[in-house]
Each structure stands twice: as C-alpha cells, then as structure tokens.
C-alpha cells in the first residue's frame, strides 16, 4: 500500500472588514449610455409595492414587486455581475466579477450569497420558484429585512465609492439571444472598520 503525503502551507493574513452604505435611497439606478434595448431595473419588475428606508447603517426593506421582463418560462437566463470603483474622476473595473450562463437552477440555492442577501426573506418562494425571472406577472412576496452588509476583503484596499452592475440576458431553446436586455447598478461606500480579523490564506 503507498501512502500519499499532501503538505500544506498555511499563513496568516489580515483581512479587512468594510461597511456597506448605499447611496441612493431607491437602491437601484440606471446604467450610463446603453442602447434602446437595453431597460433598466423597472424593465425586469414593477417596484412600487417596494419600498426602502435608511435606519442608521442599515437599509430596510419591505413591500413585494412583480416581473415585467417579457421573455418566456423556458428561456435561459444569464446574469453577470461586475464591480467598479471610482477613481481619479472615473468608474474603473475591479478584479471581481461574476458571472453565471444558466441562473435560474441555483437562484434558490441556500449556498449562494444572494440567498442570504435577499432571496431567503421571499415568503411565497414555492409558488413562485419554478418561474425564476422568466415569467411576467409573477409577485415575489418578502418578508421585512435590513440590509447590513460587511464586506472582508483579503486582497486590494476597497475603501471608497463602488458600484456593482447587474446584467441579465435572455437566450431561447435555440440559443438565440432575446432582444431586450436588462441592465442596473447599485451605488455604494465601503468604510473600512477599525477591527481586523485574522483568516487562513494558502500559499
């Protein structure tokens, strides 16, 4: 019998911890110089039964909002996430980015970040999660929550003005891209806290 060996090298490094405050008090704006099709947030829902109100560092949100993106159940949905930081008088893309070509098959999966975000205060998420986003009319119901994000970071200093840009494209059976695109961002300030935490980093 052979016996293998794996030796790892472990060390210690600071991470950082960054507080989340968002600048706009609707959350969601529009991104710059997109061409007609492409809508913005109130093209993908109806957000007037939505609403969001600043307590201390947190936002809160409450209320429902329903799909309006016009494409069809069985479509493919893309969605991809990239994030800029503002720096000298200009938005910079960052290192992370994120990008998913099916998401509707791990929407609700509890291992994904945005579960615990948002889609785990969804009340009426067994009625509503065969739709995903491809189904107009479709009412998503939440629960009320706060929205108090701590950012740890390992790498690069975040401190200061970002922005994270959503983008979601729509693809039929064929494979062929719907004509409609939806694009927004969310607009925010990372302040970095005075605790540091110590994390594993291997080498």
Known sequence: MQLTVVVGIVSFTKAHRYLTEFEDDELFSDC?????????VHGLANLTELTFSRQQDNLHVSGNFTLLW????????????DLFKY???????????????NFCPIMFDKNQYWYTLWVKYITNIDEIKNNCLNVPGTKYILDDF???IVIENKMQNMEG????????????????????IICYEVKMNLVKLAREVKAKLPL
């Open 70 to 81: 016009n494409i069809e159940k069985t479509d493919r949905v893309q969605v991809k996430l």
């Open 161 to 180: 003005e970002q922005k994270l840009r959503i983008e979601l494209k729509a693809f039929d059976q064929s494979n062929r891209m719907r004509p409609t």
């Open 32 to 40: 710059p110089n997109q061409p007609e099709n492409v809508l913005n």
């Open 146 to 148: 706060d929205m108090y």
């Open 87 to 101: 720096d000298r008088r200009e938005w910079v893309p960052t290192l992370y980015s994120i990008k998913s070509t």
